[in-house]
């Protein structure tokens, strides 16, 4: 109750506000840029004024950096996990397909962020390098696991998978209908990793 | 003789004064994306007025269609071929880091084509179903050779290393120092061929 009582207050309005203005941003981010939206159209797309906008981001750049941070938290695949490497990534790979919207905005800022003085740039770098850093300690338990290819490298398999991810997802947003970004990942994926029973098979002895 | 007198007259300073704009255009389309960079800038960048500019390319959106079409043009990959895919490969692959200006522009209008009504769109579409097709028939050819490790589809390793390739460019973009996008793409090819003698070992029969 007292929550409840909470969530109705001034910070729960704040808190609801902000959300529906990284809507709008994600909107117009996605239509036009970063560099080409305005705060301005912004502000239409929430249904609210400038000046009220301005009141919950100072800048643009505070705008697309809460906006960045909100699709981290959103996404499935930070959230939960079957421990199961191959069907969270496949998994998470389908949520992706249900938030084309989202992709994009991901594919225009991250190439958008290699601009000069881009206010995104140390946000990609940052994610990147975490990104890989995580493949690439799952990829090596499936090594300790015997379920990667004999020869396959997890730091260099982390890095193909983040980029091959990003890559046929931008295919996949100019031809939703031809590419399908989920059997691409899995062809990936079959290369480098071995199935659970050859696995099995290759060590006997355990 | 005839083609030095030729090339000194209107046409070659036309000609030339369309690669300076084209030029200009690059460096501020790189810098800034499509949609945030103006005629004007490009204008100032090729130390030219406006309206020369625009008696040279009409509208933004001619200027982009050109210098994507020279993009293609330059790249040494269409010109030359040692007949050896995974060698053609790496050698466009060194090329490209030598212009990170030109990949710069690329992955930032890829990207930047998703987004509504973007004059690029149908360009990279094309684009795209043109890479994947040449790829798939050169993998096809390395199959028949003996080449493809047993399993791999043409099609989908078309799909893979077009993505592959221009992931792993925006990453190294962010971080020259850090991604040695040769190193990655040997590592995909290696996992997708077998080398030339395994291949003769493969088949003895030949």
């Known amino acids: 109750m007292t929550t409840d009582a909470r969530r109705r207050g001034p910070y ?7 959300h ?12 036009h840029g970063y560099r080409a939206g305005s705060m301005r159209e912004v502000a239409r797309t929430a249904d ?4 009220n906008l301005m009141h919950h981001f100072r ?4 705008l697309l950096l809460a906006l960045l941070r909100r699709r981290d938290d959103d996404s499935p695949g930070q959230r939960t996990g079957t421990h ?3 069907a969270d990534i496949l998994s998470q790979a389908r949520w992706n397909q249900t938030k084309p919207d989202l992709i994009a905005l991901y594919a225009v800022l991250s190439a958008e962020s290699v601009t000069d003085g881009h206010p995104g740039r140390d946000y990609f770098i940052e994610r990147f390098v975490t990104v890989r850093r995580g493949f690439e300690e799952e990829f ?22 983040t980029a091959l991810w990003d890559g046929i997802q931008l295919q996949w947003l100019l031809q939703p209908d031809q590419i ?6 899995e062809a990936f994926l079959d290369l480098v990793t071995l199935p659970p029973d050859t696995a099995f098979i290759a060590d006997p002895g355990c």
């Open 12 to 18: 729960a309005k704040t808190a609801e506000r902000r």
């Open 20 to 31: 529906q203005i990284l809507d709008a941003a994600l909107q117009v981010f996605a239509a």
């Open 48 to 51: 609210m004024s400038l000046s």
């Open 59 to 62: 800048t643009k750049e505070d």
């Open 84 to 86: 199961d490497l191959v």
């Open 140 to 161: 090596g338990k499936l090594r300790d696991a015997g379920r990667l290819r004999p020869g396959v490298d997890p730091h260099m398999v982390a890095g193909c998978i």
């Open 180 to 185: 399908n970004v989920v059997a691409y990942l």
